[in-house]
Each structure stands twice: as structure tokens, then as C-alpha cells.
């Protein structure tokens, strides 16, 4: 890998991880930067998971204050996150290549299309409390499954699998945005590290593309919640979600022609 190369990843890195802070849709940079350097598809997104790995410590590092008394609530919920991140990995090592190739642009419109029509995270949190405040005394007993079903696509490919994860806490715990977004960071990351740990014993990893991608993805999620509190955030995230659908529009193509 060159050194221009190297950088292009760092910055990709931070973009993801901007928008990843914004939208949840971190791969509508960094998968296809990844593919810009010739990686192909099923390597770019293992590549993909395994940087990501660094944004999830970091994240949950930084969530420690609202994560304090929820270890009870957690541990069903990781463990659903542990299978169903297993699972998503072990359905995409049986994905051929071009298999994957035309699937990831239905996912990544997908995503795109959830983030365009989803209401504001606060405007979710308040109809989550009204909803729990007819049962306060325990959370839906759906949840783990919904956390599993989240997690297999969050370990098969995983764009806006946060947003998925945040709202579904959102609708059904009764916690505020903060508590939930902490349990997310949780959940997820949980998810994304056990794919990940499938992929480095059972796949092959871009070892030269991950580490630069891992570094950029680093600063621009501590970057990403300054940026949050100053930016108008349901512009942005109508933007991402346009941007996500063009190339969804454009991977389309490039898979089918």
C-alpha cells in the first residue's frame, strides 16, 4: 500500500467516522474507499468490521457514566448480540463474491432509505417512555430478539445497524437518548468484535488497509460528538441518507451491468 494510499484511509477513516456519529451509516465511506484501493467486496467489508473494532472501544470507553447500573439488563442483550453477530459473520464467509457484490446495494439503500424516514432519536425516546411507563418495571420481552435479528446484519454487513439498535432501545427500554446510545455503543460493539474475531481466524483482512482505516475511524468518532452538538443534525443526516442512496444507486450498476 502506498503512502497516498495510507492517507486516503486515515481520511476516509474520519469521514466514517463523522457520519457514523451523525447517521449511523459509517460505511458510506469507508466500504467503498476500501474498494477504491482494490480491495474486493467480501475483503473490503471484513476489513471494514475489523477497523471498526477500534471506534466501538473508544466509544464504550466514553459511555462508562451511563452505563453504571445497567449490567443486569446488558448481559441478556450481549449475549443475544453474541449470536447474532456470530451468525451474520458466518453467513457472509458463505456468500460467494459476486453473491455479496450485488446484495451490499440493496443493504446500503436500505440503510439509507431507514435514516430518511426515521424521526428524530428525541421524538423516539419520548413515545419509548410513554410506552414503558405502561410497564416501568421490566423491558419488552422481544428485546433480546430484536438485539440478535440487529446483530446478524450488523455482523454480515452492518450499515445503520446503530441506528436500528438505538431506536429499538429507544421505543422499548424508557431510557433518554444518552443511556440508550450508551447501551447501543454496548450491544453493537459486542456484535461488530465477535464478527470481527470470526473474520481474522476463518477470512482474510486487509491487514495494510484496516490499520490506517482503524486510526481515521479513531478521530473522527471523538471528533464526531463536537460536531454533533454545533451542526444541524436533521440536514445532515437527509443528506447522508441522499448520499447513501446514490451510490447505492451507483454500486447497483457497477453489480448489474
Known amino acids: 500500500m502506498s503512502i497516498w494510499e495510507f492517507g486516503f484511509l486515515v481520511l476516509a477513516g474520519v469521514g466514517s467516522g463523522l457520519i457514523g456519529s451523525i447517521a449511523g451509516l459509517a460505511s458510506l465511506i469507508?466500504?467503498?474507499?476500501l474498494l477504491a484501493t482494490g480491495i474486493p467486496p467480501v475483503t473490503a467489508n471484513v476489513t471494514n468490521t475489523a477497523a471498526m473494532v477500534?471506534?466501538?472501544?473508544g466509544s464504550v470507553s466514553a459511555s462508562r457514566p451511563e452505563l453504571k447500573g445497567q449490567g443486569r439488563r446488558l448481559m441478556p442483550l450481549a449475549i443475544a448480540a453474541v449470536l447474532g453477530g456470530s451468525a451474520g459473520a458466518l453467513l457472509l464467509m458463505l456468500?460467494?463474491?459476486?453473491?455479496?457484490?450485488?446484495?451490499?446495494?440493496?443493504?446500503i439503500g436500505g440503510a439509507s432509505?431507514?435514516?430518511?424516514?426515521?424521526?428524530?432519536?428525541?421524538?423516539?425516546?419520548?413515545?419509548?417512555?410513554?410506552?414503558?411507563?405502561?410497564?416501568p418495571d421490566r423491558d419488552q420481552w422481544w428485546l433480546p430478539i430484536a438485539v440478535f435479528v440487529i446483530s446478524i446484519y450488523g455482523g454480515y454487513f452492518?450499515?445503520?445497524a446503530g441506528v436500528l439498535m438505538l431506536a429499538t432501545f429507544l421505543l422499548t427500554t424508557g431510557e433518554g437518548l444518552p443511556r440508550s446510545n450508551a447501551m447501543r455503543?454496548?450491544?453493537?460493539?459486542?456484535?461488530?468484535?465477535?464478527?470481527?474475531?470470526?473474520?481474522?481466524?476463518?477470512?482474510?483482512?486487509?491487514?495494510?488497509?484496516?490499520?490506517?482505516l482503524a486510526i481515521g475511524l479513531l478521530l473522527g468518532s471523538m471528533l464526531g460528538p463536537s460536531v454533533v452538538r454545533r451542526a444541524?443534525?436533521?440536514?445532515?443526516?437527509?443528506?447522508i441518507a441522499l448520499a447513501g442512496l446514490g451510490l447505492a444507486v451507483y454500486l447497483a450498476i457497477?453489480?448489474?451491468s
Not at 469507508?30 to 474507499?33: H, L, N, V
Not at 455479496?100 to 446495494?105: K, Q, S, T
Open 185 to 212: 455503543n454496548v450491544i453493537l460493539g459486542v456484535a461488530n468484535s465477535v464478527a470481527a474475531i470470526g473474520f481474522v481466524i476463518f477470512a482474510s483482512i486487509a491487514w495494510s488497509a484496516a490499520l490506517p
Open 254 to 256: 457497477e453489480a448489474y
Open 158 to 160: 452492518g450499515a445503520a
Open 54 to 57: 477500534l471506534t466501538g472501544v
Open 95 to 107: 456468500t460467494p463474491e459476486g453473491g455479496f457484490e450485488r446484495i451490499v446495494p440493496w443493504l
Open 113 to 135: 432509505v431507514a435514516i430518511l424516514v426515521q424521526p428524530p432519536p428525541r421524538q423516539l425516546a419520548i413515545e419509548g417512555a410513554r410506552a414503558h411507563a405502561r410497564h
Open 30 to 33: 469507508s466500504y467503498p474507499a
Open 232 to 239: 444541524p443534525q436533521t440536514a445532515l443526516r437527509r443528506v
